[in-house]
């Protein structure tokens, strides 16, 4: 997996968390004292962004990050895919 598409998933994932918190760009923003327009490349996933922006937007909404290793789906798996 790149790196751009961990960014991006990781980016996808807060604005999820955001969402289903009712919060806006603008209200996160606020929260984080960045702007809304710092929200946005964070939930874009943007390679640009320091880290630590995405720490602050993962700590403010009450979520943390868990890395979990890549797997290679089984052959049971992939028989269902063919069937």
Do not use: N, W
Not at 37 to 50: C, R, S
């Amino acid at each position: 997996m790149s790196h751009e598409l961990i960014a991006e998933r990781l980016g996808r994932s807060i604005a999820l968390m955001r969402k289903r918190r009712g919060l806006s760009k603008v209200e996160l923003a606020r929260t984080l004292g960045i702007t809304r327009q710092k929200v946005a490349e964070i939930e874009k996933g943007q390679l640009t962004v320091a880290m630590s922006y995405y720490c602050l937007a993962l700590s403010a909404l009450g979520c943390e990050l868990e890395v979990v290793p890549k797997r290679l789906p089984t052959l049971e798996e992939l028989q269902d895919v063919f069937a």
